[in-house]
């Protein structure tokens, strides 16, 4: 991850040094300078004269613009650490959301670029002259076709043709509640910092590291388990008492409930702005920009999942089943559940478990595996892993600017056998905070295009993540998080090896499938074990923290009996990589359920006639009926927050990229993961393209045929009758 001849980045990090004040005065010199533009255009243009160059060019440059400090002010509202400069980035993203609205509302510029689109459209070709009322034609290059193709289409599912002032007026007014709606839903998921006390007896199996990074309440020694993934995962896999995961698990259940009204008075509006657009419903009008061709499709396959997955699925909670009864038979004297739960497997047992199962069957010990995957040594063995499929290197930028202490740096560059040429900057901001969104996720920084001048604005991505961190202490991922990490990243370098003149956003059915692919890697024995090291031997500070680990546990990590790890025995272990990797699609078809089961959802209320559902009901009957386990009766929709985030009638992306994922694995890496001309080619036809052409295309020109889901099928039919983490 470094360069043997170091060269300086073409182009400065950008800067985070941004008041409040200064944020909400830049957004509306942003709004402002647009708002300009598009008058100065549509004064300037008629119908017969707009064309690509004259109209759509400036347009472009001037999101590209906006967007170096848009997507910098964005990310404030999850990651800054001043509670200001985040309501500071919601305001923001709330006053651009509005502006942009009315912006594709203009019926004047959308007359315009319809002109534009019909004249190249009339052409036959993208790069036929087209000649039209005197103007001679302009050739367009495909990305230019596709990029007008797609801003005709944003412009007339905006409401741009709606001609009555009346019913325009309604429809801003509707769009700019609905944003206002899901702001505060955001809001609520993303500075919740709630939780659920216990006293240490009720934590008992709990592992030690995780009980190290809970808040302690004085007044009676109670420790606070947040939602957080770095608290919830570990207590719902490893504590002893079924009455301590049943109350976490309901707590979970039961959070938010004024996002319930948030997100059924979200659904409302959406519904009436599609009718308002000529759309049947809210899916319908999303389903404009995907891969999919309908929403009928769309629930066909998801229908073909559920039918072909759920006899697969009703013997894997059978399996558990039984082993809960054998559990419960051995330990009958130490048991701490509720005798209406004892006779059923519970949505809190699940996690538990599946531990139980992956160390009796699979002889997986999940803790001693995190013990293997320090997050600092495991990320930069991640990025020696996609630098040498994909042909990058990264190299540190200690001095740039950043929104907080902890965030990391890397220059990303084209391998020297690739042109060695400068790519962007990847950002990785890893550890949880208070303010901080919770999840993890990739935001776009800085974008990526070309400049007038023919020369490279290049994009910054980040990696975002909420691990559970003490100071002085090793954080230790679970392998699940891992496989987040590997997911995440697969998103930003997706955006830092686009190579597209303008900045494009993908098709949600798209966006998953190359971050799904990766994370197939993870369970490759070669790749886990070039990941994994122990980690007492990184440094002194983690040995002695070891060795007091050790101590607690009665050992003396001086004798050989006694030490779990020796310094000459630091690599994770060839047979618990190859065990990891036999129990690759434990529990496939179940996992698979519960995304069709949030899939479902999505695209159910987004159906609904005029949006009128009764979310709660539908959340509680869908989960029993898909998944086949008992259901909460709480209301966890309120804490979904992909509806909140833009992924709203779009959840189904992560159950059909589950598909075409496993179907690239499986035709062109699997035989080989670390073929470098594969990893290449992948790079080439299906990464750098971005949405700079229909993606399908992309997937098309990569297999040399239409994705299928024979692939998917064929794996997860032959998976063992054992089960992962999907209930936590």
């Known amino acids: 991850m470094s360069r043997s001849l170091p060269k300086s980045p073409p182009q400065p990090p950008p800067s985070f040094a941004f008041s409040p004040s200064t944020l909400l005065a ?92 019909a004249k190249h459209c009339s052409s036959g070709s993208s790069s036929s002259d087209v000649g039209n009322g005197g103007v001679d034609g302009e050739k367009l290059s495909d990305e230019d076709a596709y990029t007008l193709f797609k801003l005709n289409r944003a412009y007339r599912n905006a409401g ?8 325009r007026d309604e429809y801003v007014a509707r769009v700019a509640e609905r944003n206002e709606v899901l702001v505060a839903a955001r809001k609520t998921i993303s500075e919740a910092d709630d939780g659920v006390f216990f006293s240490r007896e009720q934590l ?52 938010f409930p004024e996002n319930v009204e948030r997100l059924e008075h979200a659904v409302r509006l959406r519904d009436e702005i599609a009718r308002m657009l ?87 010990d999940s803790l001693l595996v995190s013990e293997y995957f320090e997050v600092q040594h495991t990320l930069k063995g991640m990025l020696t892993i996609f630098e040498e499929l994909f042909g990058i290197e990264f190299v540190p930028v200690d001095d740039a600017p950043t929104w907080h202490e902890d965030v990391q740096v890397y220059a990303a560059w084209d391998a020297e056998d690739q042109g060695g040429h400068f790519l962007g900057y990847l950002y990785l901001d890893l550890y949880a905070r208070e303010g901080k969104y919770a999840g993890a996720h990739c935001s776009l920084i800085q974008p990526g295009f070309t400049k007038d001048d023919n020369s490279r604005h290049y994009p910054s991505s980040s990696l975002i993540c909420s691990f559970i961190h003490t100071p002085s202490k090793p954080t230790l991922l679970q392998h699940s998080e891992l496989k987040t990490m590997f997911h995440e990243l697969g998103h930003a ?149 992909h509806p909140f985030r833009a992924y709203d009638a779009a959840y189904f992306t992560y159950a059909m990229s589950k598909v075409y994922a496993t179907d690239l694995w499986v ?12 990893g290449l080619r992948y790079r080439q036809y299906v990464l750098a393209p971005g949405g700079g052409q229909p993606e399908g295309t992309s997937l098309r020109n990569f297999l040399g045929r239409e994705p299928n889901d024979e692939a998917y099928f064929s794996e997860v039919s032959t998976a063992p009758l054992a089960v992962k983490d999907t209930h936590i």
């Open 26 to 117: 830049e957004t509306e010199a942003i709004i402002t300078a647009t708002t300009s533009l598009e008058d100065s255009l549509v004064a300037s243009l008629t119908p017969s004269t707009a064309t690509f160059d004259s109209l759509v060019r400036p347009l472009l440059r001037d999101d590209h613009a906006a967007s170096r400090k848009l997507c910098i002010f964005r990310i404030f509202s999850s990651v800054s650490p001043a509670k200001e400069l985040r309501d500071a980035g919601r305001t923001c993203e709330q006053r651009v959301a509005r502006a942009g609205a009315e912006s594709l509302m203009r019926s004047d510029v959308a007359a315009l670029v319809a002109a534009a689109y």
């Open 204 to 255: 008992a199996g709990v592992p030690a590291t995780t009980l190290d990074s809970l808040k302690q309440r004085a007044e009676d020694g109670k420790l606070k388990v947040t939602f957080k993934r770095g608290h919830l995962f570990p207590v719902m896999k490893h504590a002893l008492s079924a009455r301590t995961r049943k109350t976490l698990h309901m707590a979970r259940e039961r959070r």
């Open 493 to 641: 370098i997706h955006k830092l090896v686009t190579s597209t003149s303008h900045s494009h956003g993908v098709a949600r059915d798209f966006v998953e499938i190359p971050s799904i692919l990766l994370e197939n890697w993870i369970w490759v024995p070669s790749v886990l074990r070039r990941l994994g090291r122990h980690y007492s031997s990184l440094n002194a500070e983690f040995r002695a923290h070891y060795e007091e680990q050790q101590r607690m546990k009665g050992n003396n990590p001086e004798n050989k009996e006694d030490a779990d790890v020796r310094k000459d025995d630091v690599l994770l272990p060839e047979k618990l990589a190859e065990d990891l990797a036999r129990s690759k699609h434990v529990g496939a078809a179940h996992a698979m359920l519960h995304q069709v089961f949030l899939a479902l959802f999505d695209l159910t209320i987004h159906s609904a006639a005029h949006g009128q559902v009764d979310t709660t009901t539908l959340w509680n009957k869908l989960k029993t009926d898909v998944v086949r386990m008992p259901a909460t009766q709480g209301f966890g929709q309120a804490s979904f927050a």
């Open 667 to 678: 035709s062109h890496f699997k035989a080989n993961p670390m073929d470098r001309n594969v």
């Open 278 to 364: 000529g759309f049947e419903n809210h899916a319908a009008l999303k389903m404009e920009d995907k891969m999919a061709p309908s929403v009928d499709s769309v629930m066909q396959r998801l229908d073909k999942l559920k039918t072909q997955l759920q006899p697969l699925a009703e013997r894997e909670i059978e399996a558990l089943h039984v082993l809960k009864k054998a559990y419960n038979s051995e330990h009958a004297d130490f048991l701490d559940e509720d005798a209406e739960d004892s006779g059923t497997l519970n949505p809190w047992d699940w996690s538990f478990f599946a531990r139980i199962q992956d160390l009796t069957k699979y002889a997986v």
């Open 160 to 167: 741009a043709g709606i001609q009555d002032q009346t019913l």
